[in-house]
Antibody
């Protein structure tokens, strides 16, 4: 059974870089898209971006200038870096998986449990 | 603002049928997927593609689409279906991914 687990600091100072890692266990990172999604407290879901296992990336235009997503296939991990954070970046951050080769459809079939990141001095 | 629009809240009597809708131009070209999220938990995929359910999702959940509107129907709503529901698809350019604002379902 494939599982996703987010890890990283729960507290980040304003203007610094938020860094999170998602570990994929019980399955391969190949042939899927791997996304980061966030949810501010009491608000809705926001897609941050995804990386295909081969390295192609795609980001939310509103965050593109601050986001990097990378993958380490040898460790079955992918990572998020979000620079110049502010209080508005405080959220639960989820990693998620999307199957490839799904014409006319996009969906997240597997999610991590999420990790709360608070931006505060 | 999201390119996918959902009603903020919907209610249904126990055992009755409820439809939750999602509107957006991209839905003329792409199927919506639907997620159930209970407090303090990660979202769970309940419907994807034309009308497919992941393993373990009860068959009282179904999906449909017409024009720019996708719908999630729960036939015979149960108390455990009380949750937030989000739709998701590609945006109108087809290049990015978007979520609806979410619908809070109350089962009375």
């Amino acid at each position: 059974q494939v599982q996703l687990q987010e890890s990283g600091p729960g507290l980040v100072k304003p203007s610094e870089t938020l860094s999170l890692t998602c570990t994929v266990s019980g399955g391969s990172i190949s042939n899927y898209y791997w996304s980061w999604i966030r949810q501010p407290p009491g608000k809705g879901l926001e897609w941050i971006g995804y990386m295909y296992y081969s390295g192609n990336t795609n980001f939310n235009p509103s965050l593109k200038s601050r986001v990097t997503i990378s993958v380490d296939t040898s460790k079955n991990q992918f990572s998020l870096k979000l620079t110049s954070v502010t209080a508005a970046d405080t959220a639960v951050y989820y990693c998620s998986r999307s199957p490839a080769y799904t014409p006319r459809a996009w969906y997240f079939d597997l999610w991590g449990r999420g990790t709360l990141v608070t931006v505060s001095s | 603002s999201s390119e996918l629009t959902q009603d903020p809240a919907v209610s249904v009597a126990l055992g009755q049928t409820v439809r939750i809708t999602c509107q957006g131009d991209s839905l003329r070209s792409y199927y919506a997927s639907w997620y159930q999220q209970k407090p303090g938990q990660a979202p769970v995929l309940v419907i994807y593609g034309k009308n497919s359910r992941p393993s373990g999702i009860p068959d009282r959940f179904s999906g449909s689409s017409s024009g720019n509107t996708a719908s999630l129907t729960i036939t015979g709503a149960q108390a455990e279906d009380e949750a937030d529901y989000y739709c998701n698809s590609r945006d109108s350019s087809g290049n990015h991914v978007v979520f609806g604002g979410g619908t809070k379902l109350t089962v009375l």
